[in-house]
């Protein structure tokens, strides 16, 4: 397709659509008298968007109240559908946070004792009843 029949095409589909300047008025009309080929093209463009036009969905009684009436139904079992179908992400999210935080401890304490974990591995008992006697 050759540049100026591409640009006399773009003139033919703007004008179905907008009103063109004076002078691209012209050079369309002059463009549609010489060109056979742009002249089918407009009379295809023309019958394609007869058929669109005419064209009109089917609508099925109460169409909009049932679609309306499944979206606040579903509004209302998502929350439960989310919870269900998150669970698992979320307790593996936990297991392996747990998995990362116990392998850390280990790393860095050499053990894995009750004291070690919940970090009093250092407090003598004396110093831990002290501190709870005096609310920290």
Not at 96 to 116: C, D, H, N, Q, R
Request: include cysteine; glycine fraction near 6%; charge should be negative.
């Amino acid at each position: 397709m050759d540049r100026e029949y591409k640009k006399k095409l773009d003139l033919l589909v703007r004008s179905l659509d907008q009103d063109l300047l004076p002078t691209e008025a012209l050079e369309l009309q002059d463009a549609l008298k010489k060109s056979i080929k742009l002249q089918e093209e407009k009379t295809h463009l023309l019958e394609i968007r007869g058929q669109l036009q005419a064209w009109q969905p089917a609508t099925a009684e109460h169409f909009a109240t049932r679609v309306m009436r499944q979206i606040g139904w579903q509004r209302e079992e998502d929350l439960g559908a989310i919870i269900v179908r998150l669970f698992p992400r979320v307790a593996a999210a936990c297991v392996l946070v747990l998995g990362i935080a116990l392998g850390a401890i280990y790393l860095t304490e050499g053990s894995l004792m009750m004291e070690t974990i919940i970090g009093v591995s250092d407090v003598m008992p004396e110093d831990a009843l002290m501190f709870v006697e005096n609310g920290f």
